[in-house]
Each structure stands twice: as C-alpha cells, then as structure tokens.
C-alpha cells in the first residue's frame, strides 16, 4: 500500500461559500503530492472526521495525517478533536492515524499572514 492521505479538518459552517478556501487548498495539495487529500469537518457539513477517515482508509491509505486548519487552539481542536482521532483509530486500527498541530501554530503560516497583512496597507 505506502499510500499517505492528508484530510484538512475545519470547523464548518451553515454556508457553503465558507469552506472555498478550503477546497483551494486541498486542489492545491493535490496538485503537489498526488496522493489522497480530502476534506472534513466538525460539524454544519459533510463529511465528517470519521466519514474521511473511512473513505481514505477504503481507498488503500495505510497513513492518514489529519491537519487541523485551525488559527489556534480553542476547545474544539484541545477537546473534541482526540477524540474524533481516537474513535477513528479504534474504527481503522491498520491505518496509522496522526493528528498535526493547527495551522495557525506554525511560524512559515503566521509569517505568510504577516506578509499579507503588509501587502494590505501598501
């Protein structure tokens, strides 16, 4: 097998137009590395983290990484979230489920903001 899916987890929202950027990024991940890239969310739309994980573990991923596209850390991803990964483990034991740090943790996303956020007031 050796396939490695990559599921963005997001809140959700009651409009579709929220999750746009969403989609971009995963076409743009897709792009890039070939493999499973899927989208997934907390709640108000589908899929959830489970239904994902399901489908990517049918389609023959023996890895799943779950990238939580998140600014930072509030109840949902310190909470909800291991327990969601804990439930889908259990449910795919021969896939190896693991769980990033949320987006907005990491320096090359906060100096991506930072970037934009000066092209804003030139």
């Known amino acids: 097998m050796n396939k490695h899916g990559i599921i963005l987890f997001g809140h959700g929202a009651r409009d579709p137009r ?3 950027p969403f989609e971009r990024l995963a ?3 897709r792009a890039l590395r ?3 890239v899927s989208l997934a969310f907390l709640e108000l739309m589908t899929p959830d983290l489970p239904a994902a994980v399901a489908q990517q573990a ?3 991923c023996d890895a799943i990484t779950v990238v939580p596209v998140f600014f930072g850390q509030g109840g949902h991803v310190r909470r909800d979230l291991p327990g969601i990964i804990e439930k889908c483990r259990a449910a795919h034991p021969h896939v190896a489920i693991s ?3 949320t987006v907005g943790e990491d320096d090359a996303v906060l100096d ?3 970037e934009y956020c ?3 007031a030139d």
């Open 34 to 36: 070939g493999e499973p």
């Open 27 to 29: 076409e743009k991940l």
């Open 118 to 120: 000066l092209r804003q």
């Open 58 to 60: 049918a389609g023959d």
């Open 99 to 101: 769980c990033a740090t």
């Open 18 to 20: 929220w999750a746009e």
């Open 112 to 114: 991506a903001v930072a």
